[in-house]
């Protein structure tokens, strides 16, 4: 895990990865929502949390924990501020990694106020004893911190103020039944659609002082793969191109000369996107061909194809996993402008689909 984690940290340079990185977090800092009603699309998830944390704020309570899960980039540090900020308490942030014994996480509990909202990212990887007293913590609001090993330990049992847990993940899969049930209410967030993050190109160029027409934000948008982390680093990587290479206004022309020379194509597609179907379809006749072998002939890690490049590829139906490997649909053919086999090599129909 942390291993694949530096693996892609290292690979970053990928305009369209989906994860922040380095400064990155104090541009993204500047370009979020701070209240609910500042938040672009996400409808459902919003007029929900927004009854919860209203409801709470009726009756004096502190709100219902919350999981808020879903892919990178997609909003879940944004809420999580916005819970504290729209509840006017204090935020406090930690992650999952960061705790890797019950006694940080009893540590981080005994200081809480009551009505702070603990914030922990990455929740999934927290260590198992600190999840198990995570259980107690949410259920009753307290806690047996053991001190001593062995017969002479002693449970001393710690009451903790009221508070709201916001727990964060990108695998929602992975938190352990227990944990997931102690949430009140879960917010998965999805991928934005078009004009969704067309708003956010829109938004995000007023607050960088940036200008754009029309189409110029629709090309941006249309290119960020339902991300709007990814629609504001491509908007700041096309404003440096409109200003070196143009009178800095963000047109559709410039946008689209700015992503190309980026190798960011019209699908949002990167290079090592583009260079896995074209391995796919140009050596292997569209596949199945196994990920390892698939990885060896783009030149990269297995695991950056298959955590990096492969989900975006699934999801836009060009890729699609069976038992016997990887293999190329008919758009990912037309998408390279080739004829895909008369015979298409497997698929299509129903693919038989891995989960992870
Ligand atoms: N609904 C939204 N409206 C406007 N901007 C948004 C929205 N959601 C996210 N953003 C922008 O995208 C950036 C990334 O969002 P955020 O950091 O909350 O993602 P995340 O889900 O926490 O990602 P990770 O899983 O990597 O932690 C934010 O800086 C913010 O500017
Ligand atoms: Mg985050």
Redesign the pocket.
Known sequence: MEDLEAREAAYLGSLTA???EGDERAV??A???KTLA?????HRVREQLGLVLEAARGRGRVPDHVL?S??????????AMIIAHEMTAPLRLTSGPAITHAGDLAAILSGMNDGDVLFV?EIHRMSRPAEEMLYMAMEDFRVDVVIGKGPGATAIPLEIPPFTLVG?T?RAGLLPGPLRDRFGFTAR?EF?DAA?LDL?VH??AGLLGVELTEDGAAEIASRSRGT??I??RLLRRVRDYAQVKADGVVTHDVARRGLELYEVDELGLDRLDRAVIECLCRHFGGGPVGISTLAVAVGEERETVEEVAEPFLVRLGFLARTPRGRVATAAAWRHLGLDAPPQPADVPGEPTLFEE
């Open positions: 989906a994860e922040a993204e800092a370009l979020r929502p500042e938040v672009v699309g996400q808020l879903g892919p990178p980039g997609l909003g879940k540090t944004t809420l990212d964060a990108t967030l934005y969704d956010i938004r995000s709007p982390r629609a504001n």
